[in-house]
């Protein structure tokens, strides 16, 4: 099993459409979440950290679910500039600092 | 420019030669961190350091993969007798209490 697993997609939904992206973790005591945002050809950077009281960033909200592990993504009254590929990103518990990314989930927001 | 910055930016090379990647992270953050990426695929950990000790290194790494930190400041990535399969962007990133931040990347191509 994966460490970090996300459904690849794409997503393809139209402006102003709510969308949601899961991700789950296997180690059971991961320490730190993040969502990061990659554009195409471009690295990724930083979309949000992921608190375990859940947390909102304008239009998008991010949740974290220990006993199940996994975390998610909200993207609400989507934008033709939202689409991008979305990185759940993990720091596990190993007694470091290694951070592992899923492959990405692909949204493409259409007019 | 105060981010993550890779040199070079995209590097051409011949089956069969070394090359060298440099990484020099934001001036203040002691973990530094290679990932390697493909096309559709989120970035793959391959190793990090805290401070200039490699604190771990993925089993991706084969034995032609070397990084090093030698000041705890600047890092290096060497690949020796590439392969085609090595074809990839090759992304530094640096953290100093959570979030990691990303270079621009090191696009290879292996011919």
């Known amino acids: 099993r994966k460490e970090v697993e996300q459904d690849p997609g794409p997503f393809n939904v139209p402006e102003g459409a709510t969308v949601a992206f899961n991700c789950t973790y296997s180690n059971s005591a991961s320490q730190s979440f993040f969502w990061y945002r990659q554009d195409c050809r471009k690295e990724p950077k930083l979309l949000m950290s992921v608190y375990s009281s859940g947390n909102e960033d304008g239009r998008f909200t991010a949740q974290l679910n220990r006993a199940s592990q996994y975390i998610s993504l909200l993207i609400r009254d989507s934008k033709l500039s939202d689409s991008a590929t979305y990185l759940c990103v993990v720091i596990p518990n190993t007694g470091g600092f290694k951070t592992i990314f899923g492959a990405g989930t692909r949204l493409f927001v259409k007019a | 420019d105060t981010g993550v910055s890779q040199d070079p930016r995209h590097k051409i090379t011949k089956r069969g030669q070394n090359v060298t990647f440099r990484c020099d992270p934001i001036s203040e953050h002691n973990r530094l961190y290679w990932y390697r990426q493909t096309l559709g695929q989120g970035p793959e950990f391959l190793t990090y350091f805290q401070n200039e000790a490699q604190l771990e290194k993925s089993r991706l790494l084969s034995d032609r993969f070397s990084a090093e930190r030698p000041k705890g400041s600047f890092s290096t990535l060497e690949i020796q007798r590439t392969e085609q399969g090595d074809s990839a962007m090759y992304l530094c990133?640096?953290?100093?209490?959570?979030?990691?931040?990303f270079g621009q990347g090191t696009r290879l191509t292996v011919v």
């Open positions: 990133a640096s953290s100093l209490a959570g979030e990691a931040f």
